[in-house]
């Protein structure tokens, strides 16, 4: 298999044939997001593409799972996507899973029929980075869209029959009452797009950002562990419809922490709410242990 620069997937994917369809993002403007800055965006030809998938049966045998990086594949002509995962069920016969992530604005540019085509096809795993339902937040991060579009977004996903995964960051607002604004409008928009999972992850600085920058300038204020304990546990309470799986494991947060909401809210606010009160930070991971 061939790669260019640096890979990067949803840690579910752990176990997923990584194809990359596209050198970098479509929209790469995100100012805490650090992907992908050593590459120029551009398509792969359908033969180079072709020819890796040949590579990966000659050498992985039959999989189950792939995952079409990088940071955007759902930009690609439909056409294009249809022949490649009509190459990669021609190539893997027990292939059960395509996934891939999803910007909203080249979600938005697909038709409901392109949409429901690709997830007929077998692409139907959507990781979409929604990072905040705030939208003045949205577009101090230069997300590229505002509250309405990346909802509608998810919810073209939800139409088209895909399995959407929602994506948050914790503390993307930084210290004070916009904390507390941000975790409410995320409850807020992950009700009404109604995801099957929710994936929180805690935002850090990379040297290089924008909003590394803006923390070193004093612009934005880091939440403490705690603090982002507090922004969890707003969500939670906020969160409203049943059967949302939360995720909420990735090596970026402080305290690990899955269920499934409503069923076992309970417990999670308990655990939530016994370390805030106590102030027990030897509960929470050691800043020397969290990654990105």
Not at 150 to 163: C, K
Request: glycine share 8%; with cysteine.
């Amino acid at each position: 298999m061939r790669y260019e620069g640096n890979i990067f997937r949803p840690f579910s994917e752990a176990d997923s044939y990584l194809l990359q369809c596209t050198i970098g993002c479509s929209h790469n403007k995100c100012t805490f997001c650090a992907m992908y800055k050593d590459k120029k965006y551009r398509v792969r030809t359908i033969s180079e593409i072709k020819e890796d998938i040949s590579m990966a049966k000659k050498s992985m045998g039959d999989v189950q799972k792939v995952f079409l990086c990088d940071g955007d594949a759902i930009d690609i002509e439909t056409p294009m996507l249809l022949e490649i995962l009509d190459e990669l069920k021609k190539a893997f016969p027990s292939l059960r899973h395509v996934g891939t992530y999803v910007g909203p604005q080249s979600i938005l540019r697909k038709s409901m029929d392109d949409l429901k085509a690709l997830a007929a096809a077998g692409l139907k795993k959507g990781y979409l980075g929604v990072e905040t339902g705030d939208d003045r937040l949205l577009r101090e991060i230069n997300k590229g869209v505002g509250y309405d579009e990346m909802l509608q977004a998810g919810l073209n996903l939800n139409e088209a029959g895909w399995n959407l995964s929602s994506m948050v960051l914790l503390g993307l607002a930084g210290r004070g009452p916009r904390s507390e604004e941000h975790a409410v409008a995320t409850a807020k928009i992950t009700n009404e797009m109604k995801p099957q999972y929710l994936a929180a992850l805690t935002v850090t600085p990379v040297p290089g950002t924008v909003f590394y920058n803006q923390v070193q300038r004093g612009e934005i204020e880091l939440l403490t562990p705690l603090e982002t304990l507090r922004e969890m546990k707003i969500i939670f309470e906020n969160i409203t419809i049943d059967n949302l799986k939360f995720v909420g494991v990735h090596a970026s947060n402080y305290l690990p922490i899955n269920g499934t909401l409503q069923k076992d809210k309970k417990k999670m606010l308990d655990l939530i709410n016994g370390i805030l009160e106590s102030e027990n930070t030897g509960m929470l991971k050691p800043e020397s242990m969290r990654g990105l």
